[in-house]
């Protein structure tokens, strides 16, 4: 059937009935009204368009940011610390000491920030959060002496972790429910795009023949800076949360983007929505305590907290662990040059982009469970291959590099689905501070103990060593597949109400 060229009116406006109060807010005390809203299902009711793909454009390119970030950091690690760098500073300290702090840096950035979002809005803290990354990084640019260094990494992974907190709450509760894994997944993927680049920038900035020594680095990180000042032009034109919205005393706020929103899609599509299959009355209110988050998400959701920490924790160290010190692995077993090893790193990268890419739609079709447990304890299994073939000596540096492609394209689906479990398993109310502290917790044990421990392994030039940190990454992750199995959550096509009802939600009476 042909649709008309002239698309039918917008269904009438859900103006969020208020009931025992009003929709403004009670300035006397911390609840504002109680509302009656189909918002979330007029949301998750949408087809895909292209205000859909501005939320993935705007939001979803800072993990290229992120990537960018720990490639380049990675790759120079050699580069660095050779005279004539103009900073004091060894290899070890880069992917050990800078790395921790890093990870170190972007904990407590999702604890701080995330905390905020919940309270003040995911827009505004998307906007804060890309600013204070990208004056950390200018100024990691300039650095002169390793504690500057040190000081600026620590800052830039605390841009970095609020991030994660804003982003994957706003990305979450616009995207409609049919659609949320797999594009959680690919924009959380995407980090591996600024991986890809970060290696390959780092081919051409670590040339001597093109820039000196001490200002190919440098340009590096100023090239990040571009690249982020363009996502902070682009992101302006992101909204703010509707599910955000109504809860805090805004829901006419919330009215107003949704029904621009469906004329906009109307008009694209050109045909009428069909109207939301259901409502939900709310308790709006201005703020939630940390101690009631901290209770219903440990208290009433005893099993997927810990779910979540061992899937943040399995992923975190192998990620963080491994893979900072992929390049002193080729440079130190292998005798790669420093200046190429961003090659064999853009390989890698792209095994890991095309794993959420390809694997990403069957988490919304084959289900959570299936899928998280199978590319955690998959990506575990090859891993242990991988270090069984090292220690052997079967490997040089192509087919090293051929293994991990295969391993981290399932690790990285995996990994991915790690912020997205987080991000839509713990009510509305608690959704910013949950994946913040999941992330804080779980990167903490993984992000910074591993490239800590990994940095000390690889430096001894002992086979063995290394295998025993392969190892040691492939166990958790198995182990983190076995919990995935038993708790992971059916959330597939699931809208993030039913998932886990919100706290501010109406009891029905009678």
Not at 114 to 124: A, N, P
Not at 151 to 172: H, Q
Not at 331 to 353: C, E, L, M, Q, R
Not at 394 to 409: D, E, G, K, Q, Y
Request: aromatic share 12%.
């Amino acid at each position: 059937m042909t649709a008309s060229s002239t698309p039918a009116p917008p269904p009438p406006p859900d103006r969020g009935r208020a009931e025992n109060g009003s929709d403004n807010e009670n300035r006397n005390g911390n609840e504002t009204g109680t509302v009656t809203t189909a918002v979330p299902a007029r949301l998750d009711r949408l087809p895909w368009s292209r205000w859909h793909w501005m939320i993935v454009i705007g939001l979803g390119t800072v993990w290229i940011l992120d990537g960018l970030e720990v490639t380049t950091v990675g790759n120079i690690a050699s580069r660095l610390s050779e005279e004539g760098s103009g900073l004091a500073i060894s290899s070890a300290q880069i992917t050990g000491t800078a790395a921790a702090l890093y990870v170190a840096g972007a904990c407590a950035g999702a604890l701080f920030f995330g905390r905020l979002t919940d309270k003040f809005g995911r827009k505004k803290l998307f906007m804060v959060t890309l600013a204070v990354y990208l004056g950390a990084t200018a100024l990691t640019a300039l650095s002169f002496d390793a504690w500057w260094f040190f000081l600026f990494r620590f800052l830039t992974g605390f841009g970095i972790g609020g991030e994660y907190a804003a982003i994957n709450s706003a990305i979450d509760e616009l995207i409609p429910s049919k659609y949320r894994g797999r594009v959680d997944l690919i924009i959380n993927g995407s980090y591996w795009l600024g991986a890809i680049g970060g290696s390959l920038l780092s081919v051409v900035m670590l040339n001597t023949n093109i820039f000196p020594k001490d200002i190919g680095w440098r340009l590096t990180f100023a090239l990040g800076v571009v690249l982020g000042l363009v996502i902070l032009l682009v992101r302006r034109h992101v909204p703010e949360s509707p599910r955000w919205q109504f809860i805090h005393g805004r829901g006419e706020e919330a009215d107003a983007l949704v029904t621009s929103v469906e004329r906009e899609i109307e008009e694209e599509k050109g045909e009428r929505l069909p109207p939301p299959e259901s409502e939900i009355t709310i308790h709006q209110r201005k703020s939630i305590g940390f101690g009631l988050i901290a209770k219903t998400v440990f208290r009433d959701y005893p099993k997927r907290a810990v779910l979540g920490l061992s899937l943040f924790v399995g992923q975190a160290f192998l990620y963080n662990a491994i893979t900072f010190g992929f390049g002193a692995i080729l440079t130190k077993f292998f005798d790669v040059p420093s200046g190429s090893t961003g090659y064999y790193f853009a390989v890698i990268a792209a095994g890991n982009f095309l794993g959420p890419l390809f694997l990403g739609k069957l988490f919304d079709t084959v289900g959570r469970r299936i899928m998280i447990s199978s590319t955690y304890i998959v990506s575990g299994l090859l891993l242990f291959g991988t270090a069984w073939l090292f220690d052997r000596g079967s490997l040089s540096a192509t087919t090293l590099t051929a293994c991990w492609c295969v391993v981290l394209f399932f690790a990285s689906a995996g990994a991915s689905s790690a912020y997205l479990t987080v991000s839509e398993i713990f009510p509305m109310e608690t959704r910013a501070m949950a994946i913040a502290f999941f992330y804080a917790v779980g990167t903490a044990a993984g992000g910074i103990s591993g490239p800590l421990i990994f940095a000390k392994l690889t430096e001894s030039g002992v086979v063995g060593d290394t295998v025993l940190a392969f190892q040691i990454g492939a166990g958790l992750m198995c182990a983190a597949g076995l919990v995935a199995a038993a708790f992971a959550v059916k959330a597939e096509q699931q809208s993030l109400e039913d998932i886990a009802r919100p706290l501010s939600e109406a009891k029905a009476s009678g």
